[in-house]
């Protein structure tokens, strides 16, 4: 399978979820948070940090329930027009592609 690169949208969209998923996590340890959703803490700190701006839906899907974000949450705060790298947690969404 080849791997499209990444658009200029798609890593702003991987970064505003990474911001967004940070700030809903809180002071949340990322330990514990990246265990509860099943996947490694080195996932997620990637995913947080931008550094994987496509992540599979499984995974987005689980993080966001142990964060206790919706989907139509997360998908409407990283598709939001004009939205900005540094989104909030209190809209929340993005493209959600594996």
């Not at 690169?5 to 505003?16: I, K």
């Not at 996590?25 to 996932?43: F, I, K, N």
């Not at 987005?60 to 142990?66: D, E, F, K, L, T």
């Amino acid at each position: 399978m080849v791997r499209l690169p990444l658009t200029p949208a798609d890593v702003e969209r991987g970064q505003r979820l990474g911001t967004l998923l940070r700030r809903a996590r809180g002071e949340r340890p990322m330990l514990e948070t990246a265990l509860d959703a099943g996947v490694s803490p080195e996932t997620l700190r990637k995913i947080e940090s931008g550094r994987v701006a496509t992540p599979a839906f499984p995974t987005i899907a689980a993080i966001a329930a142990v964060v206790g974000l919706s989907l139509d949450d997360v998908w409407a705060e990283i598709n939001r027009p004009g939205a900005e790298t540094a989104g909030s947690a209190s809209g929340t969404g993005q493209r959600l592609a594996s």
